[in-house]
């Protein structure tokens, strides 16, 4: 008995099988401490669908034998990018959404191009040199947003040059314009349609992607190198495919980010938005080498949820003092850390 | 009495429901050298993973019955249990680190440690590696297998042969070693190597370690074993005195039929065009250098192509479809062939079945199916179907693609959507067969096409390479260790010696004769010494059968 209980603990993953639980022992307690279940469930959904994409950016790298995407912040430079000139030229609403997606594809296969370049020169070191091009892109684009001479006054300082720091969507129309589309409620609990169905959209392009010739040659490629050269497979190209792929969603991800969020943060806002993404796809139950659409799904609703949940409880138990945020982020932190643990670098040779 | 004995009581295994041990008892004395047999799938890696601690078994759901070490219940968890208990392995597949030098692999977790200042306040942990001392054991091991190659030589990139030798270095170097698993040792060697090997291994024995020996070659186990024991699907069938029992006796109780591997003329299609035409072809393989050789192969025929281990016979086959830095001038089907892009190679209808099966030529953790259909569908768009603009893999077709190789292959699996990870080593070497037929080319080079298989599945296999010059048309280039298999279907031999081939043998040359032209003598002196009819031979050179 014990022993088809652990067999059933490692098949789901030990990670996976934790956190659950913790988000489970927290959901009891919210409920206990008299939290409205609903509104907890609507945000755990609104924050499911904000950070899907970001989370399934880390997919095509992964597969590719890259490894999980630690530099996110280059691709959500380029949508953020994208978002800032569209709105320059005052762009609003659906209009610009629109235009910002096109435009992100341009700047983030671009950008995506070149880090994988990047990443074939150095293979076997992709996880660190990921880590730090990601916070140089950073560096790079505080500089850009501080030069380019951007003159919409909706997106400027008071006084003074440059772009401030968080930018309302709401002055552009375009806050919670894709949260809202189509939600609607049962009972107490929104669902916010719009979110979900992009977020199901670029899942199923990913998959598909994935069932085609190139995608299952990426594939190959990453599990087992030598096995793709003996195919006739040129493998730096496909991992430059995957990552531009990556770079995309990235870019798409912060567009649906900032939306739901109702404000883009430029300067460093990006700089730390890849370790949670790479947490929840870890806690899901992929691994270095090995990721799929399942676990980008059950990795995204338990981290979220986990945060969701975990600071309302924490501020009920701690009213008053500052330990609420505190705990947020040692909880926030510990489950990187602990999901990061669980990195199992290398495929299967 | 049972002191130092080690036993197997009732032992049995489940994988995912499909019980693959069943019932299994069987006992190893000490000084004994016991040896196991049984087709592909028959469950002996899996035993002797049971009796190493293996994670794949614990993390499956463990074992039933009990391995016993001088009557006492050895309660074996894990593979650093059973090295406290004297048990060592060489494994099937390799578990060496590849970045690593040949000492470090067979030092690794036992380091020999000097006192530093540090470590006389810290502890062990803050000892130095003492180098010299290591490389000194790592020599005397290597030297027990005959093996003259420098310890510090990186695994990485090593053939296959010399990384059998590390594994096997590793274990002879532990102390208080009382029992020894030798899990298919010699598929990887060449008849001189496994001889050193057995030498060895009965040196051993003679300290008395208890040795477990693994083989498919029924002619070692004659030669090296006291006892054998036979199992046939996951099930015991025999254990007798190997003094009592004939090589065709061991056959029949384990598939149930008299197999024999005797070479029977064909009726192939030799015409006098050349398919193929290599000159100076110079391969950077480590450990298997080709340093300048031409040769030029017939549409239709089978050539053979043998020598030993480190001669440079592997890197032919290797370098001609650009997996090492590889220079020289190839012609196929009259028009040059840049051998470097080994993509166009493919799309020009060569495929290759590589001798690494776990390097290069499986996708472990991906399903049979796939594995088999890969190289088609990325090669020849096979398997593909076109919606819209995408063009998806076809899972349906791959599918039964799968299901039609594993019947025509014999693969035991128990179905193709398992993960290849999951098969038999000899399952495994199948499926790669299975994917190099998809290709449906018209050169096909095969490197060890047997290593690790049953003699039942071998001759499947054999005679299903021959069936393919035959009925297709197919020409075959086969690099083997194995004389035997050689001589059992190809029209002609290359041996390769020191990088370039020394000669070219029939088949129905005499052992003599080909162990001779393998150790450096030249044709002519190896005919003589032999007493053969040395014109006949020469006249019949590659026409045997055309
Ligand atoms: N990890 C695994 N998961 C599921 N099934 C497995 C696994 N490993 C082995 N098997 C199955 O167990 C059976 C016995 O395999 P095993 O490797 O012990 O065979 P073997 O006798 O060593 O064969 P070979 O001569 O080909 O090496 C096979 O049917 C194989 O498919
Ligand atoms: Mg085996």
Redesign the interface.
Known sequence: MGKKIGNAINRIGIPTFAVGALLLVLLIAAGALGQSIPTLISDILKRIGMNGVLVLAMLPAIKSGVGPNFALPIGIEGGLMAMIICMQFDFEGWGLIGAATLLCILFCSILGFLYGKLMNAVKGAEMTIATYSGFSMCAFFNILWLAIPFSNRKMGWMLGNGLRETIDMKKFGAKNIISDFLAFKIGKVTIPVGMILTLALLCFITWLFFQTKTGMAIYAGGQNPRFAEASGLNINRNRIIANVFSTILAGLGIILYSQGYGYTQLYNGPMNMAFPAVAAVLVGGATASKASIPNVLIGVCLFQGLMTTGMPVMNQIFTGTDLSDIMRIIIQNGVILYALTKVKSGGDR | MNDGILEFINVGKEYSGHAVLKGINMDVRPGEIHALIGENGAGKSTLMNILFGMPVIH????FTGEVRVGGQNAKIMNPHDAMEQGIGMVHQEFMLIPGFSITENIKINREITRETLMSKFFGQRMELLDHKKMAGDARKALDIMGMDIEEYTKVEGLPVGHMQFVEIAREIDKTGIRFLVFDEPTAVLTESETEHLLDAIRKLAAQGIGIIFISHRLDEIIRVSDRVTILRDGEWVATEETKNITAAEIARLMVGRALTLDRTEGSRQISGEEILRVENLRVNMPGEEVKGVDLSVRKGEILGIGGLAGQGKLGIANGL?G?YPVKGKVTFKGEPLDVAN??????KGIA?L?E?R?????????PID?NIA??A???H?KF?KKVGP????DRKEIRENAEKMAKELDIRCTSVAQNA?ALSGGNQQKVCVGRALCLDPDLLLVSEPTRGIDIGAKKLILDLLKSLAEERGMTIVMTSSELAELRSICDRVLIICEGKVAGELSPTDSDEVYGLMMSGVSKEEAMKASGAVQGDSLQKGGAVNG
């Open positions: 993390e499956t759901g463990g479809m997996m080994n993509s166009e190679t493919l799309k290759f590589s690494d776990k390097g290069v030529g499986l996708l472990l953790s991906s796939l890969f190289s569908m990325e090669v768009g593909i995408l063009s998806l893999t990870g």
